[in-house]
């Protein structure tokens, strides 16, 4: 594991626990008691773009998903039938959109072991929003969730274990992250030990996963590429390169999709065209590199239409 990102993770979870405390609720108003996530983790580990928009685009979406203007309880109960008749990709989306609420919405406008009601959330994220445009979204999509059927969260794992048994691709990506994080924030004498072989299951996981050729897999193996081993320099330019593949292979890469607006909001140079598509935000950051890594996307999808798309997975 990369000591730089462990350092870097928590770094950042210091960083944002003081924003929000910082923002702390009124003291008069009484919070509501909801069991929080154990842990808050950053990027690589946080899904910021996975439960307010589809990242997959019309040609590569699974049937079974549902419309993406709706709120996330409006999603789940329409999904419920559909997981609980084994559907893998039913299963999966509930599993994502429970846990994704679940952190993102703790992450955002939690406190401890207490989430504020709707009218102290709504001013959390009027004051979020401005420098953070993802708080409102993950208001929208989340609220009635937390506020009105935040037991449902609790059941989370459960769906992405249904999903695994069933050889869900994303599923399988999803368990490895976890995993991965586990690793990040090993420390057993805090009661924080990472599952044995943690870091070796997950590098096994992403491999089944890549055997798919999803788009969203591929994305997200770039995500985690920066704490699979290699240089700074080197999985910098891997993970841009599986994220540029990805886009060929039907991942939602527009101006509007949650993940290339939030990689250019977070840009200190702004160096990022104004509605920059994935591939002008990706030549904005990469620079004269880009012309090399266009090429290690076209191997990298030769690869997985080729069946080897485990060469992707670097070993330990």
């Known amino acids: 594991m990369n000591r730089f990102w462990i350092v870097l993770i928590a770094a950042m979870g210091l960083f944002a626990v003081a924003v929000f405390w910082l923002m702390r609720r009124d003291p008069r108003v009484e919070p509501t008691p909801v069991a929080s ?39 789940v109960s329409r999904l419920l039938p559909k997981a609980t008749a084994e559907d893998a990709d039913a299963q999966y989306r509930v599993y994502e959109l429970l846990s994704g609420c679940k952190t993102e919405y703790w992450y955002y406008f939690g406190r401890g072991d207490f989430l504020p009601n709707k009218e102290e959330a709504e001013v959390r994220m009027e004051a979020l929003a401005s420098v953070d445009p993802y708080a409102r979204d993950v208001y929208s999509m989340c609220h009635r969730l937390m506020q009105e059927q935040s037991q449902l969260t609790a059941t989370a794992e459960n769906w992405l274990e249904k999903a695994l048994a069933r050889g869900h691709p994303k599923a399988q990506t999803a368990r490895a992250t976890e995993l991965l994080a586990a690793v990040a924030v090993h420390n ?10 943690a870091e ?3 590098r096994d996981l992403l491999t089944k996963a890549m055997a798919s050729g ?6 997200m193996l770039g995500e985690l590429r920066p704490v699979l081993g290699g240089s700074a320099e080197e999985t910098n330019k891997e993970r841009w390169a599986m994220e ?46 880009f012309e090399m890594i266009n090429l290690r996307a076209q191997e990298i999808n030769a690869l997985i239409d080729a069946g080897n798309a485990r060469q992707l997975v670097p070993s330990p």
């Open 37 to 75: 996530p154990k842990v808050s983790l950053q990027a690589p580990f946080r899904r910021p773009v996975l439960i307010t928009a589809s990242s997959v685009s019309q040609r590569a979406a699974s049937e079974s998903a549902p419309p993406v203007d709706s709120d996330a309880l409006e999603q």
């Open 188 to 197: 057993p004498e805090a009661g924080q030990p990472a599952p044995p072989n």
């Open 200 to 202: 070796r299951d997950a």
């Open 214 to 219: 999803d788009p969203h897999v591929l994305w």
């Open 244 to 289: 540029l593949a990805a886009c060929n292979r039907g991942l939602d890469c527009g101006p509007e999709a949650e993940w290339v607006k939030r990689y250019c909001k977070a840009d200190p140079a702004n160096l990022c065209p104004i509605n920059a598509n994935a591939e002008e935000m990706i030549r904005s950051k990469t620079g004269s590199d």
